[in-house]
C-alpha cells in the first residue's frame, strides 16, 4: 500500500523538490526588477538619441519628429479632446468586429470540427480566406457595404475570424476520443458533450486564437481607418500625413502600440483565470 502519511518538514526553508527555497525565491524577486532595469536600458538610451539627433537638427521634424514634442502633442490632444473622441470610435469598431470574429469563429470550429459534412463544406474556403490580404478586399466591402461603418468592422471581424476558427478547430480535432467514449457510455446528449468535454478541452487552444484575433483586429483597424474614414485613430493619422505632422502620425502609431499590449494583457488574465486548473497556469504570477 502507497504511504500517505503527511510528514512535516523536517527543518525551516527545506522544500519539496522542484519548489524553489526561501533563499532561491528571495534571489529570483531581485533578479526581477534587476532584469526589468537590464531590459530597460536599449530602449532609454534610443530615446536619448532620438532626441539628440532632433534637437541637434540631424533629423528634420518633417521626416521623424522628436519623443518631446510627440509627448506635447499628445497632451494637446489628450487636452482638446481629439485623441479621447477618435480613440472612442476606434474602441468601438475593434470591439464590434472582435464580437462578430469571436461568434462566427466558435460557431463555424464547431461544425467544421464535429461533422465531416461541416469539414468538408466550411475549412476548404477558411484557409483560401486566411490567405487573402486585407487591402485586396477593401474596394470590394466598399461596393458591399459601402462608405459607412459597416465595411470597416466587417474587415475587422472577417481578419479576427481566422486565428479563432483555426485554433478552435484544431483543439476540437485533438480532443481524446477516450474522453468522447466517456461521453457516451455516461450518456450524455450531443449538446451535453459539446459543453461538458468538447469546449473544456479546447479552451486553451480557443485562447490562444482570441490572443492572435485580438492583434489582428488591431491591424485590420489600421487598414479599415484609412479608407474613407472620418473618425478614428486612423482617420486622424491620415489627415496628419497631409500636413506632414509626423508627430500625431506617431502619437497614433503608439495610441495602436497601447491598446495592442493592454488588450493583449487582458486576454493573459483571462487565459489564467479560465486556465488556473492547469498547473502550468496555475502556478503562473
Not at 197 to 226: H, Y
Not at 243 to 262: E, H, K, N, P, Q
Request: charged share 15%; hydrophobic share 50%.
Amino acid at each position: 500500500m502507497l504511504d500517505m502519511t503527511v510528514r512535516p518538514r523536517s527543518e525551516a526553508g527545506t522544500a519539496t523538490p522542484g519548489t524553489p527555497t526561501r533563499a532561491e525565491a528571495g534571489r529570483l524577486r531581485r533578479a526581477v526588477p534587476t532584469g526589468l532595469l537590464r531590459r530597460s536600458v536599449s530602449p532609454l538610451l534610443l530615446l536619448l538619441v532620438w532626441q539628440a539627433a532632433s534637437s541637434s537638427g540631424l533629423v528634420s521634424p518633417q521626416t521623424l519628429a522628436s519623443p518631446s514634442r510627440i509627448l506635447s502633442t499628445a497632451v494637446g490632444l489628450t487636452t482638446d479632446g481629439t485623441l479621447p473622441r477618435n480613440l472612442l470610435v476606434s474602441l468601438a469598431r475593434a470591439g464590434s468586429g472582435l464580437a462578430i470574429a469571436v461568434v462566427a469563429g466558435v460557431a463555424l470550429a464547431l461544425l467544421a470540427g464535429l461533422s465531416r459534412l461541416g469539414e468538408e463544406a466550411i475549412d476548404a474556403p477558411m484557409q483560401m480566406l486566411r490567405t487573402l490580404p486585407a487591402l485586396a478586399l477593401v474596394p470590394l466591402f466598399i461596393l458591399w457595404f459601402g462608405i459607412g461603418e459597416l465595411p470597416k468592422i466587417a474587415l475587422v471581424a472577417l481578419g479576427s475570424t481566422i486565428p479563432i476558427y483555426l485554433n478552435l478547430y484544431k483543439g476540437i480535432r485533438s480532443i481524446d476520443p477516450k474522453l468522447l467514449e466517456m461521453g457516451r457510455t455516461l450518456g450524455l446528449s450531443r449538446a451535453q458533450t459539446i459543453r461538458q468535454i468538447v469546449l473544456p478541452g479546447a479552451l486553451p487552444d480557443l485562447l490562444t486564437g482570441l490572443r492572435f484575433s485580438v492583434g489582428i483586429s488591431w491591424l485590420m483597424l489600421v487598414v479599415a481607418e484609412q479608407v474613407n474614414a472620418n473618425s478614428g485613430i486612423g482617420h486622424m493619422m491620415t489627415d496628419a500625413e497631409d500636413f506632414l505632422r509626423t508627430d500625431v502620425i506617431l502619437v497614433g502609431l503608439l495610441v495602436y502600440a497601447l491598446l495592442g499590449l493592454l488588450s493583449d494583457q487582458v486576454v493573459r488574465v483571462l487565459e489564467r483565470t479560465l486556465l488556473a486548473w492547469r498547473p502550468s497556469q496555475g502556478g503562473r504570477a
